[in-house]
Structure formats: structure tokens, C-alpha cells
């Protein structure tokens, strides 16, 4: 079945972006626990990029079925679940990338929708929060995902993060608050790992 990437997001509206979310169809990852184990020989490197046996996976597609059977476990460490085979991935940073930013509403009304390097698209809120790592000269902001998968926020994406919460900041000096269907985050506020 082909592959048909979601619009760009400046032409949907976040009631289309929600709709899209709600149909997506994830394997059911997390009900499985499979015997054997072996190490997947990949790779996701800081960048966002997915290696195999240090080749460079090019092809959208694959990397999207890859992340597709992608969970965090419990000791941090990240695997490609089957229901008959765990295989071990290195993850250097996160194993996703949040590349695109569409935000509607101002203050507690605001909704924020990301899409990521896979062409998910995701809203954030109480179960996809905004966190914030790094310290005050070099912060790395991320979205909590599913399955304990997290996305790195670029950098250009954080700016208009930024840049909307500093629109709204009547004191700037009282932080930077920005709100996400109905869930404050703080973009000055480091969360110690």
C-alpha cells in the first residue's frame, strides 16, 4: 500500500490534525512480550538519522515501519517489538525528531501540533507533555510520545515555541508558561533527569 504523507501543517486546521491523530493505527506494541531477543545491529543517531549495520537507512518508509514497532522499556533502553522478537536499537538522543510546529488558540485555549520526522503528527497536552532538559545555556526541549518514546524538539521549532509564549508574557521575567490543549508547560524550566 502506497504511502500518502499528511498535507503540510499550515493547511490543516488543529480539528484536522486531532482527527488524523485519533485514526492512527499503531501495532499494539505495548501488549507484547516476546521470548527471544537479539540486537537489531541500528542505530538512530542524535541527528534523527536510522543506520543498519552503519549504512544509512534512506528510504521514508522503512524508517517509518521501524518506529512504528519502536517502545521505551523500563530500563531505558530501546527496542523493535514483534510479538515474536525484541531487538536492541542504540538511541543517541531521542529516537524521534519534531521538525514542525502549527499552533492555534492564544493562552489556555492554545493547541499545539507537531509533526515529526516520520510524518506523525501529534498534539501536545497532558499525555504528550513539552519537557524541558539541558540547563539554562543549552536547553534540549522534547514531547513525550507514546509507549515512553520521546521526540527532540529542533531548535527552530523551540524558537517559535519560544516566540509564542514571549507574545503572551505580560513579565517576561515571571517565565516563559505556554499552554497545549489544556496543559501548562514551562520553557524556562529545566526537569533535573
Same mark, same amino acid.
Not at 516476546?34 to 528510504?59: C, F, K, N, T, V
Not at 518506529?67 to 538511541?91: C, K, M, N, Y
Not at 521549532?157 to 517576561?172: M, N, Q
Given at each position: 500500500?502506497?504511502?500518502?504523507?499528511?498535507?503540510?501543517?499550515?493547511?490543516?486546521?488543529?480539528?484536522?490534525?486531532?482527527?488524523?491523530?485519533?485514526?492512527?493505527?499503531?501495532?499494539?506494541?505495548?501488549?507484547?512480550?516476546?521470548?527471544? *531477543?537479539?540486537?537489531?545491529?541500528?542505530?538512530?543517531?542524535?541527528?534523527?538519522?536510522?543506520?543498519?549495520?552503519?549504512?544509512?537507512?534512506?528510504?521514508?518508509?522503512?524508517?517509518?515501519?521501524?518506529?512504528?514497532?519502536?517502545?521505551?522499556? *523500563?530500563?531505558?533502553?530501546?527496542?523493535?517489538?514483534?510479538?515474536?522478537?525484541?531487538?536492541?536499537? +542504540?538511541?543517541?538522543?531521542?529516537?524521534?525528531?519534531?521538525? *514542525?510546529?502549527?499552533?492555534?488558540?492564544?493562552?489556555?485555549?492554545?493547541?499545539?501540533?507537531?509533526?515529526?520526522?516520520?510524518?506523525?503528527?501529534?498534539?501536545?497536552?497532558?499525555?504528550?507533555?513539552?519537557?524541558?532538559?539541558?540547563? +539554562?545555556?543549552?536547553?534540549?526541549?522534547?514531547?513525550?510520545?507514546?509507549?515512553?518514546?520521546?521526540?527532540?524538539?529542533?531548535?527552530?521549532?523551540?524558537?517559535?515555541?519560544?516566540?509564542?509564549?514571549?507574545?503572551?508574557?505580560?513579565?517576561? *521575567?515571571?517565565?516563559?508558561?505556554?499552554?497545549?490543549?489544556?496543559?501548562?508547560?514551562?520553557?524556562?524550566?529545566?526537569?533535573?533527569?
Amino acid at each position: 500500500m502506497p504511502y500518502d504523507p499528511p498535507p503540510e501543517l499550515q493547511d490543516l486546521s488543529l480539528a484536522d490534525i486531532a482527527g488524523l491523530v485519533a485514526a492512527r493505527k499503531l501495532p499494539p506494541v505495548e501488549q507484547w512480550s516476546p521470548a527471544h *531477543e537479539s540486537d537489531s545491529q541500528m542505530r538512530i543517531a542524535a541527528d534523527g538519522r536510522w543506520y543498519h549495520q552503519g549504512g544509512l537507512i534512506s528510504r521514508p518508509a522503512m524508517v517509518r515501519l521501524f518506529a512504528s514497532v519502536l517502545r521505551r522499556e *523500563e530500563d531505558g533502553r530501546h527496542a523493535l517489538v514483534t510479538p515474536f522478537e525484541r531487538q536492541w536499537i +542504540a538511541v543517541e538522543d531521542a529516537p524521534l525528531l519534531a521538525v *514542525e510546529l502549527k499552533s492555534e488558540g492564544t493562552g489556555d485555549q492554545r493547541r499545539l501540533a507537531f509533526r515529526l520526522n516520520t510524518d506523525e503528527l501529534v498534539v501536545a497536552g497532558p499525555d504528550r507533555p513539552i519537557i524541558m532538559r539541558g540547563d +539554562a545555556d543549552e536547553p534540549r526541549p522534547y514531547l513525550g510520545l507514546w509507549r515512553g518514546l520521546e521526540a527532540r524538539i529542533e531548535r527552530a521549532v523551540y524558537y517559535d515555541l519560544v516566540e509564542l509564549a514571549l507574545e503572551e508574557t505580560e513579565a517576561p *521575567e515571571a517565565g516563559l508558561p505556554i499552554w497545549s490543549d489544556g496543559a501548562c508547560f514551562r520553557l524556562d524550566t529545566i526537569e533535573v533527569a
